[in-house]
């Protein structure tokens, strides 16, 4: 905690003192006071354990006007200047934001600070929260890599579709528990190139050995990993592969999988419907419905380590209805103007889904399940999608589905992001409009949760919850929108930008910047 000498403690007590003088003189007024532009930068950093030496540097939030990453610029603003801000209902994010805290806390010192003086906030009082952001945070519009602030926000929900624990007609597709023999290599560990090397296995892990030729490698405990065929530019950095023989190779894609089936994964259940457990993959989560009026829960686990690659549908003039752009191994979703103007139609020729809209296959057939006799020639589900995501059950019987920050999400309150230019766990502010009518949809949010298909820097993806009317809301939304984040003040994120510094639609020209705006294992990481 600060102690009484710490110019950062006192500061924030002056700003509780004034913000809980106006939270009292307001009482139960409908209007809250009028937020204050309050950019006054921390001066004392030294508690935070999380934050980076001055001397790499780091840019610290309160502090720098702007700064970058490789994929994203962020300017400071104050609080006014984010349209609507003084009219939300803030006490429907603090329970998201409480919920993010759990983590938090045990991300340093700067946050768990922060966290400890949330729990003392009055969480029914809008006012007191609101002030509670204006003190504890510094904002920052985020703006992609060409500077522009305007991005894409989507919609997602947890479907609920028909199931059963045990394989037979119609419910032949498998939902698969992460496999026992996916295998893990850290991509920073790697050496460059695109050669074949030794490597041994240690547990889940795939470790490089060096100082080896390839006569070496029909040693036992060695095996061959061919560069040339690995993926390294996942937000994670690890490598998902497999044995075969003396090889290291890939993990299957969509078509083995199907094809050849998966003998190390469990299944948790069985579906009829092959374009159903695609979406739910998509999703992340979703309800399992049994005949016998049960329910499985199930949320996202692993993926197989190909990239995402949906099948676009194409509209009448030969155009994709969905504008995309390849970045590496990951395909962001673009605006564009004349893209599915017909959102708010029914079309069973597509898949709406995350804001793409995705050609549904012309056939779907049996697939290959381990240990059961196919019911049908095996023709595969027709999805050309290489990625696939496998699941485990959830315990929690209520409550939103547990996103990839750990915690339960919020309906109409918790987004996922790219957490590459969103870390986990932080506030965010989304400007957009409702699908359907137009109107300001303009919140703070919670950024709780990631997704294959939630790339780009000015990109959120809002979870609208589970049931008919959250999957209908879902499949509509794709507008445009801008995005603010909220940052400790005394934080320390990213890499000081250079005002001098020439950018490219492809990044910074130069010395490399920062991927991750916050780093985080196993969610984002630098090289």
């Known amino acids: 905690m600060h102690t009484s000498q710490s110019p950062r403690f006192t500061t924030t007590l002056l700003r509780w003192a004034a913000f809980a003088a106006v939270a009292s003189l307001a009482g139960c007024a409908n209007t809250p006071p009028t937020a204050t532009a309050d950019t006054t930068a921390a001066t004392d950093t030294s508690s935070s354990a999380s934050a980076r030496p001055a001397s790499t540097g780091a840019s610290v939030a309160g502090q720098a006007r702007t700064f970058s990453t490789q994929l994203a610029t962020y300017t400071a603003v104050s ?70 602030p305007d991005g894409v926000v989507t919609g997602y929900f947890e479907p609920e579709i ?12 498998p939902v698969y528990g992460q496999p026992e023999d996916m295998l893990f290599a850290d991509a920073r560990k790697l050496p460059a190139g695109s050669g074949t090397v030794a490597a041994k296995v240690e547990g889940r892990n795939v470790v490089v050995q060096t100082g080896l030729s390839t006569r070496d490698m029909g040693a036992p405990g060695l095996y061959a990993l061919d560069l040339s065929a690995i993926t390294r530019d996942t937000l994670d950095r690890k490598v998902r592969m497999r044995i075969e023989g003396k090889q290291l190779l890939p993990y299957y894609t969509r078509e083995e999988i199907e094809t050849k089936g998966a003998p190390n994964a469990k299944v948790l259940a069985f579906v ?47 155009k994709p209805r969905s504008a995309v752009k390849v970045r590496g191994s990951s395909i962001e979703l673009q605006l564009d103007d004349g893209d599915d103007d017909d959102v708010g139609s029914v079309d069973s020729s597509v898949i709406r889904t ?61 987004i996922a992001v790219d957490p590459r230019s969103t870390p986990l766990g932080y506030p965010v502010f989304v400007s957009t409009r409702t699908p359907g009518s137009g109107a300001p949809m303009q919140r703070l949010t919670i950024a709780q949760d990631t997704g294959g298909a939630i790339r780009g820097a000015v990109r959120a993806d809002y979870f609208f919850g589970n049931g008919q009317a959250a999957a209908t809301n879902a499949r509509r939304m794709k507008e445009r929108g801008q995005l603010w984040i909220l940052l400790p003040r005394g934080l320390a994120v990213a890499q000081a930008a250079v005002s001098s510094a020439i950018r490219t639609r492809g990044g910074p020209v130069g010395a490399g910047l920062a991927q991750c705006l916050v780093p985080s294992e196993g969610v984002c990481v630098d090289d």
Do not use: H
């Not at 028909?162 to 597709?173: L, Q, V």
């Not at 979703?286 to 197989?304: F, H, S």
């Not at 059961?372 to 409550?399: M, N």
């Open 79 to 148: 609080f006014d200047a984010m349209p609507g801000w003084s009219r939300d209902d803030f006490s429907e994010t603090w329970p998201a934001f409480l919920g993010s805290c759990k983590v938090l806390t045990g991300r340093g010192a700067e946050w768990k600070e922060v966290c400890d003086r949330a729990a003392k906030v009055d969480g029914k009082n809008r006012n007191a929260i609101r002030g509670f952001f204006e003190s504890e945070f510094s904002a920052y519009q985020i703006r992609d890599d060409d500077r522009k």
């Open 272 to 318: 009829s419907s092959a374009t159903a457990l695609y979406e739910m993959q998509i999703q992340g989560s979703g309800r399992i419905k049994l005949a016998n009026g049960d329910t499985i829960r199930v949320a996202y686990a692993e993926q197989n380590g190909q990239p995402f690659r949906p099948t676009i549908a194409q509209a009448a003039n030969g």
């Open 162 to 173: 028909a199931g059963s624990r045990t394989y037979g007609a119609p419910f032949i597709y």
């Open 354 to 414: 995350r804001g793409f809209t995705l050609a549904r296959p012309t056939a779907s057939g049996a697939v290959v399940v381990p240990g059961r006799r196919t019911a049908g020639a095996v023709a595969g589900s027709g999805i050309k999608d290489p990625s696939y995501v496998f699941f485990k059950e959830s315990t929690s019987p209520v409550g939103g589905p547990v996103g990839a920050f750990g915690v339960p999400l919020s309906a109409g309150r918790s």
